[in-house]
């Protein structure tokens, strides 16, 4: 019974969220079932409880007739249509028992089928409707029982107890309270189910754009040294066959490091909730990103040593330098770049990539995917980006992220 209940103590689930089987195809779905079951049962119980009723009440009510039974049929029978169209089956039910009341056949279960007929014209939401039968039906049995029985059958019938009024509206307010109740969950429930739906699907876009985050990141910084790479290799072909050979050895380690690094990407897709095989790229790696870029002909200058982080800012923070320095060797003309890194507050890691210029294209600083990733994976944090030209020429970079990162609140 304990995964029936909230942690920490609390109603059970199904209280909260609603049964499993409750409303599970949607409010359509309700309304194309017929409910026959129910309806056949309630109609054989409001018959044989009648008869019942009648053996005792022989004395004081008229006797069940063929009419009296045809009515009790289409009281409990109209419950067949409750949930197509509650609002003519609550008034029609009304109406049959209203009649069966004015005949002067014996009480008894036929006030069952207005219960019900009521409850499910409350609970889809017409509450109105239900008040309106309800009430007419109270006001015309207190006519019936306290004036027009002297002119309706069975002859010699006295007028009812008052006190009577007040056990009928007493019951009438109990079905509509129970009724309320019932709509009021209902809704509740349908309001948790999409506001969980909605957080899956927000948790599913995140998990979407962290992974071409991923992928763009690996793979940019990847292609970009194979580009050069590539460039210089075919340049010294004939010339330098050694250097050559030096700028294909860069391409192979080069493309072997992407294509583990997008297996990780692609095996986190294949197996969700799993350890990654291998721990995330971090700043402690920044070595070998000055590697690569050197082998792409870019000398870069690392000042300042970064404290331990977290995991998620620890990732950032690399894949935001390995961003920056890619768009220096794709888009600007200096060969030297500078990384600057600081977190002299004690609450924020600073992260500044330089380079001298000046840009070689229109995108000077990046593409739009590049610079927008970098964004995005600071604002996840808390942090901000800012990427502009410098006063005194070349591009600068530079990152702001918070040490201590606030946990999330779990979706409901």
């Not at 004036?147 to 009024?165: H, K, T």
């Not at 010339?239 to 700028?247: F, G, I, L, V, W």
């Not at 610079?371 to 600068?396: C, N, S, Y």
Request: net charge neutral.
């Amino acid at each position: 019974m304990d995964d029936r209940r909230v942690r920490g103590g609390g109603p059970p689930l199904w209280w909260r969220h609603g049964p499993p089987w409750w409303n599970r195809s949607g409010e359509e779905g309700n309304a194309s079932r017929w409910p026959w079951p129910s309806t056949l049962l309630i109609t054989a119980f409001v018959l044989g409880g009648s008869r019942f009723a009648a053996e005792q009440q022989v004395d004081d009510r008229a006797s069940l007739d063929t009419f009296a039974r045809v009515l009790l049929v289409v009281a409990a029978g109209l419950l067949l249509w409750r949930h197509r169209y509650p609002v003519v089956v609550v008034f029609g039910t009304a109406a049959a028992t209203m009649l069966y009341l004015g005949a002067g056949y014996p009480y008894g279960p036929v006030f069952v089928a207005v219960a019900v007929a009521c409850f499910s014209a409350v609970v889809a939401g017409h509450r109105t409707a239900a008040w309106t039968a309800l009430g007419l039906l109270w006001v015309g049995q207190g006519l019936v029982a306290h004036w027009l029985y002297q002119w309706l059958p069975p002859s010699g019938d006295r007028a009812a107890a008052w006190g009577s009024e007040g056990v009928v509206a007493a019951w009438a307010v109990a079905i509509v309270a129970v009724a309320e109740l019932v709509r009021t969950r209902r809704e509740q429930w349908a309001r948790e189910r999409a506001e969980r739906a909605q957080a899956a699907r927000r948790r599913a876009d995140e998990e979407r754009l962290r992974i071409a985050r991923e992928l763009h990141d690996v793979l940019a910084h990847s292609i970009s040294v194979i580009n050069v790479q590539a460039g210089v290799g075919l340049a010294l072909l004939d010339s330098d066959p050694e250097q050559a050979r030096t700028a294909l050895t860069t391409i192979k380690a080069a493309s072997k490091e992407a294509l583990g690094e997008v297996r990780q990407v692609l095996d986190t897709l294949r197996t969700p909730g799993d350890a990654p095989r291998a721990p995330a790229p971090g700043l402690d790696r920044l070595p070998e990103l000055v590697e690569q870029a050197a082998s792409a002909g870019l000398t870069v200058t690392v000042e300042g040593t970064a404290p331990k982080l977290p995991p998620g800012t620890d990732l950032a923070a690399f894949r935001i330098v390995q961003e920056a320095l890619t768009n220096v060797v794709r888009h600007s003309g200096s060969r030297h770049a500078r990384v600057h890194v600081d977190s002299g507050d004690g609450t924020t890691l600073r992260l500044r990539v330089d380079d001298d210029g000046p840009a070689t294209g229109a995108d000077a600083g990046g593409s739009g995917n590049g610079l927008a990733g970098m964004r995005e994976r600071a604002a996840a944090l808390g942090g901000t980006i800012e990427a502009g030209p410098r006063p005194d020429g070349g591009f600068r970079v530079l990152a702001v992220l918070p040490l201590k990162v606030k946990a999330k609140e779990d979706d409901r």
